[in-house]
């Protein structure tokens, strides 16, 4: 078995009091596609922050390949070759999907033996952008809007222009945060195809979703985080099976699950959520 | 296969139509050079120093262009660099260094002093941003006021040795480099990767990290930038009035600065241009009101009402009627503005070919 590519040894963060990631274990393998779930507030996207960086973890390590990146900070991480996407698009929404695709290549041309600065006044249009831009739109299915403003991008095609700036780069491990959201049928095959081809050609992508449907499709392995614990790591058809896994979701799989789960020991309650709960 | 027929048809168009659209884009350009140029044959000594010191303005708007329009950090403490870059070089050539070498000094003072600013305020947002650089802009009119021994503060520094230049010199002079550096600005920030990188700090910090740049170094660096650019427009004040003092420099200074900016369009290099020159000739022109509040009520409604017809500024203006102009002439000439109209109507929009693209850049 190969050395993985993420490994990350009890990471813990606390916002305070609370503790949102505690100890937890992961370890992530080139060519995978690695699920990540759990119940809303399970600290899925904490842990993202902590392994991209916008989270400081207060313990624990976190290593890519050989290299230990805990303390380096976001961009750092990004040249190394650690890749995302965020819940919540992020993306320059006045520039054109050109232009914001074209600017995902900082993490590989300002990576340790990119040529950095060198490549601050090259032209938009020059062979050494246009080329690895236009790869990455058509790869993604959006080299039609290229000269739109993204604000004008409806939201499930942002996901692409998102997909794409980041694989310009050509990251070896990608976060995927909910990424399915707001996307047609058609988006979502397409979207499936892609992530896919990126495991195959050996890189590990990090996916969180809440859509179970699709974790089973595409995951090799999932991890089920809850309350800020690693409860369970195997493949989608044994976590369908596992009782800790049953427990935290209750039943209500793909939704909020209830505020207290039960004590290990008791049997499983049936679930009750109030609207009230529902709705924090 | 019947899409890819109907671009290239498409292109041929395009090509003849960004033909004549060139031609007629030169003969504008030209004849607007022209008559700029040959503007002080035509004015009095007085008009020229007002536009000279128009020209002078323009590259502090630039330099604000740099870091407000390009980069979003609001600086209100602009006039501090001008005033650091204008006693630097008044000082040295009074005391007989060469104006050449005073004039790298003051540039290069401005630069550390910009990055100096720039390590504590590239941490800073918003509000506390905004309070920093004014704070450093009150630091520096009250240092040059208060330095007596070096800069002779409220007495005013005299004899500043210069290049000797007529006003004509100086017009021309003044008109080439305040140009050159619009297009400079304006290719970094439209063409370059350079102009991507500094708008996606602008729009997104952690998106923009979350691509590997780093967004520190970049804020820092449109600082450093920034403040040489106004640092060298000081050093030019300081040759051409040749006479300082530090009430030249204050926060009021900053704030027109600012206004002149934000009237041309935060992130435009022309619509800048323009408004420098416009809102230091204004208050001239309105002097056949007398010399009475009058006047400078018009000039602040004045500017009060482009802001409010016109949010973007003068280079909002720029930018939709070289858009429309496009569109009229080309067709299917992809402008980003054009462009997002089209695509929301049909979704065809082919990315433009490079040679269509050079031929933009030129128009």
Redesign the interface.
């Known amino acids: 078995m190969s050395r993985p590519l993420l490994s990350l040894a009890g990471v813990t963060k606390r916002f305070g009091g609370v503790t949102a990631v505690d100890g937890v274990e992961l370890l992530g393998m080139a060519g995978q596609v690695h699920g990540l779930i759990g119940p809303n507030g399970a600290g899925k996207s904490t842990l993202i922050g902590c392994i991209?960086?916008?989270n400081r973890i207060n313990a624990g390590e976190i290593w890519l390949g050989d290299e230990r990146i805990d303390a380096l900070?976001?961009?750092r991480r990004?040249?190394l070759g650690i890749?995302?996407t965020?819940q919540k698009i992020?993306?320059?929404?006045?520039?054109?999907v050109?232009?914001?695709v074209?600017?995902?290549?900082?993490?590989?041309?300002?990576?340790r033996g990119g040529r950095g600065w060198l490549?601050?006044?090259?032209?938009?249009?020059a062979p050494a952008?246009?080329q690895p831009v236009?790869a990455a739109?058509e790869a993604a299915g959006i080299?039609?809007?290229?000269?739109?403003?993204v604000a004008?991008v409806p939201y499930g095609r942002r996901h692409f222009v998102e997909l794409a700036?980041?694989l310009i780069?050509q990251p070896k491990v990608l976060f995927l945060d909910e990424p399915a959201t707001g996307m047609t049928a058609d988006e979502r095959q397409r979207f499936s195809r892609q992530v896919r081809d990126v495991a195959a050609r050996g890189r590990l992508v990090v996916l969180v979703e809440h859509d179970l449907t699709l974790v089973g499709e595409l995951c090799d392995q999932v991890t089920v985080i809850e309350q800020g614990r690693r409860i369970f790591t195997g493949t989608p058809g044994e976590a369908q099976r596992d009782a800790a896994v049953i427990r935290a979701y209750l039943g209500t799989m793909s939704f909020v699950a209830p505020e207290v789960p039960p004590p290990a020991q008791s049997p499983p309650q049936p679930p009750a959520p109030t609207p009230g709960e529902a709705a924090t | 296969m019947s899409d890819r027929k109907r671009s290239g048809g498409m292109l041929a168009g395009v090509s003849g139509g960004v033909a004549v659209s060139m031609a007629t884009a030169a003969t504008v350009a030209v004849v607007i050079v022209a008559l700029l140029a040959a503007a002080p044959l035509m004015l009095d000594d007085y008009w020229i120093n007002i536009l000279v010191l128009g020209f002078i303005s323009s590259i502090v708007v630039l330099s604000l262009n740099v870091l407000t329009g390009y980069t979003g950090l609001l600086s209100f403490g602009q006039a501090g660099f001008v005033g650091a870059g204008a006693y630097t070089y008044g000082v040295l050539s009074v005391w007989g260094v060469h104006p050449l070498l005073a004039a790298i000094a003051g540039v290069a003072l401005a630069l550390v002093l910009g990055l100096l600013l720039g390590l504590p305020a590239a941490r800073l947002k918003g509000h506390y941003l905004a309070i920093g650089t004014l704070g450093f802009g009150v630091l520096m009119a009250q240092s040059l006021n208060n330095m007596v021994d070096v800069t002779r503060g409220p007495m005013g520094l005299l004899g500043i040795r210069s290049f000797g230049w007529s006003h004509q010199v100086w017009y021309w002079a003044g008109l080439a480099i305040s140009l050159a550096l619009v297009a400079l600005l304006h290719w970094i920030e439209k063409r370059t990767f350079l102009g991507v990188i500094l708008k996606s700090v602008k729009y997104d910090e952690i998106s923009a990290m979350s691509s590997g740049i780093a967004v520190f170094a970049v804020k820092l660096g449109a600082f450093c930038a920034s403040a040489a650019l106004a640092g060298f427009a000081g050093v030019l004040f300081a040759s051409y009035v040749r006479f300082l003092t530090p009430d030249l420099f204050t926060s009021a200074d900053s704030f027109r600065y600012l206004m002149m900016t934000v009237v041309g369009g935060a992130a435009s290099a022309g619509g800048g241009w323009i408004a420098a020159l416009v809102l230091t000739a204004l208050p001239e022109a309105l002097r056949g009101f007398g010399e009475t509040n009058l006047r400078l009520l018009i000039y602040g409604a004045t500017v009060l009402c482009v802001l409010w017809f016109l949010p973007q500024g003068v280079g909002g203006v720029l930018e939709t009627c070289s858009a429309r102009w496009r569109r009229s002439r080309g067709g299917a000439a992809v402008s980003t503005a054009a462009a997002n109209a089209v695509a929301t109507a049909s979704s065809s929009t082919k990315h433009p070919a490079p040679d269509q693209q050079r031929s933009e850049t030129l128009s």
């Open positions: 991209t960086g916008v900070p976001v961009h990004a040249r890749g995302r965020f992020r993306l320059p929404a006045q520039l054109t050109y232009e914001a074209a600017s995902g290549l900082a993490a590989s041309w300002f990576a490549h601050a006044f090259t032209s938009l249009r952008i246009a236009l739109l080299e039609d809007i290229a000269e739109v403003r004008s700036r980041t780069a």
